[in-house]
C-alpha cells in the first residue's frame, strides 16, 4: 500500500474514531449509555441524521450550529475529532502496521476521552480503564511472552509510582491517574513507562507554574493531572525510543 494512501486512511480512521469520543466524553461521566439514546443535540434534543455525523465535515458545513434549532456547538467536537485524526496519524507513521500499533491506537483514543473527562469533571470513569485493560492486557499476549511481561512491569511500575504520589500527596493525586498510570504500563512497558511519568510531571509542573501566574492562584490549587498524563504517555509513544537511546548514550559516553 503507497505510504501517502496508508496514511490518509489512519487519518479517516482518526476522525471517525474522534467522533465516536465525543460520544463517551459526554456520556460516561454522565452515567449514560453509549449506544442510546440515539445521537442528539444536547440543546434541543433534537435527534441528529446521517449528514450531521459525517467527522469534521457536518461541524464545517453547518458552521458549528444545530441545523433544528440554530444553537452552537462547542468547538470541543471538531478539536477532538481533528485530534484523533492526526494523533492516528503520527502513530501508524511512527511504528508502520502491527499489532503494537493497534494497541498505541487504542491507549491514544482512552486518553483522549480521559483528558476532556478530566479537565470537565476532574475524574477518569472507570468503565475508561476497565476497557484500556480489556484490549490492552490481551493486545500485549498477542505480541508475545517478553512483551506481556514488559507490560506488567510497566503498569506495576506506573502505577506503584502514582499510588506513592497519591499517598503523600493526601488527596493532591486522585485514584483516577493511579488507575490510569497503570493501563498506560500495559501498553508502554516499563521503560517508556517512566519516560512517560517524567514527561508527564515536567509539564505538570512548567504548565502548573504558568497558569499559577496567569491565574493568580497558589501552587497547591488542585488541577486535574489527567491531561498531563497522557500528554507524557503519547510523547513517549512517539520519542520513547529516541528519548532513551539520547540518554544511554549521554552516561555512555
Given at each position: 500500500?503507497?505510504?501517502?494512501?496508508?496514511?490518509?486512511?489512519?487519518?479517516?480512521?482518526?476522525?471517525c474514531?474522534?467522533?465516536?469520543?465525543?460520544?463517551?466524553?459526554?456520556?460516561?461521566?454522565?452515567?449514560?449509555?453509549?449506544?442510546?439514546?440515539?445521537?442528539?443535540?444536547?440543546?434541543?434534543?433534537?435527534?441528529?441524521?446521517?449528514?450531521?455525523?459525517?467527522?469534521?465535515?457536518?461541524?464545517?458545513?453547518?458552521?458549528?450550529?444545530?441545523?433544528?434549532?440554530?444553537?452552537?456547538?462547542?468547538?470541543?467536537?471538531?478539536?477532538?475529532?481533528?485530534?484523533?485524526?492526526?494523533?492516528?496519524?503520527?502513530?501508524?507513521?511512527?511504528?508502520?502496521?502491527?499489532?503494537?500499533?493497534?494497541?498505541?491506537?487504542?491507549?491514544?483514543?482512552?486518553?483522549?476521552?480521559?483528558?476532556?473527562?478530566?479537565?470537565?469533571?476532574?475524574?477518569?470513569?472507570?468503565?475508561?480503564?476497565?476497557f484500556?485493560?480489556a484490549?490492552?492486557?490481551?493486545?500485549?499476549?498477542?505480541?508475545?511472552?517478553?512483551?506481556?511481561?514488559?507490560?506488567?512491569?510497566?503498569?506495576?511500575?506506573?502505577?506503584?509510582?502514582?499510588?506513592?504520589?497519591?499517598?503523600?500527596?493526601?488527596?493532591?493525586?486522585?485514584?483516577?491517574?493511579?488507575?490510569?498510570?497503570?493501563?498506560?504500563?500495559?501498553?508502554?512497558?516499563?521503560?517508556?513507562?517512566?519516560?512517560?511519568?517524567?514527561?508527564?510531571?515536567?509539564?505538570?509542573?512548567?504548565?502548573?507554574?504558568?497558569?499559577?501566574?496567569?491565574?493568580?492562584?497558589?501552587?497547591?490549587?488542585a488541577?486535574?493531572?489527567?491531561?498531563?498524563?497522557?500528554?507524557?504517555?503519547?510523547?513517549?509513544?512517539?520519542t520513547?525510543?529516541?528519548?532513551?537511546?539520547?540518554?544511554?548514550?549521554l552516561?555512555?559516553?
Amino acid at each position: 500500500m503507497p505510504a501517502g494512501y496508508y496514511l490518509f486512511v489512519f487519518f479517516i480512521l482518526g476522525l471517525c474514531i474522534g467522533s465516536f469520543l465525543n460520544v463517551c466524553i459526554y456520556r460516561l461521566p454522565r452515567g449514560m449509555s453509549l449506544l442510546a439514546p440515539p445521537s442528539h443535540c444536547p440543546a434541543c434534543g433534537a435527534r441528529l441524521g446521517p449528514l450531521d455525523l459525517i467527522p469534521v465535515v457536518s461541524y464545517l458545513f453547518l458552521r458549528g450550529r444545530c441545523r433544528h434549532c440554530n444553537g452552537a456547538i462547542s468547538p470541543r467536537y471538531l478539536l477532538v475529532e481533528l485530534l484523533t485524526g492526526a494523533g492516528f496519524l503520527l502513530i501508524a507513521r511512527e511504528h508502520g502496521p502491527h499489532v503494537h500499533t493497534a494497541g498505541l491506537l487504542v491507549l491514544f483514543s482512552v486518553l483522549v476521552a480521559a483528558s476532556f473527562i478530566d479537565l470537565d469533571h476532574r475524574i477518569i470513569p472507570d468503565r475508561l480503564i476497565l476497557f484500556a485493560l480489556a484490549a490492552g492486557i490481551p493486545l500485549a499476549a498477542l505480541q508475545g511472552a517478553e512483551v506481556l511481561k514488559d507490560g506488567f512491569w510497566g503498569s506495576v511500575l506506573g502505577g506503584g509510582i502514582l499510588l506513592i504520589v497519591a499517598l503523600f500527596s493526601r488527596g493532591g493525586m486522585g485514584g483516577g491517574d493511579v488507575k490510569l498510570a497503570f493501563a498506560i504500563g500495559w501498553y508502554l512497558g516499563w521503560q517508556e513507562t517512566l519516560v512517560a511519568l517524567f514527561l508527564a510531571f515536567v509539564l505538570g509542573a512548567v504548565l502548573g507554574v504558568l497558569w499559577a501566574l496567569r491565574t493568580g492562584r497558589t501552587l497547591k490549587t488542585a488541577i486535574p493531572f489527567g491531561p498531563f498524563l497522557s500528554s507524557g504517555a503519547m510523547l513517549a509513544v512517539l520519542t520513547g525510543d529516541k528519548l532513551i537511546s539520547w540518554y544511554l548514550n549521554l552516561w555512555g559516553g
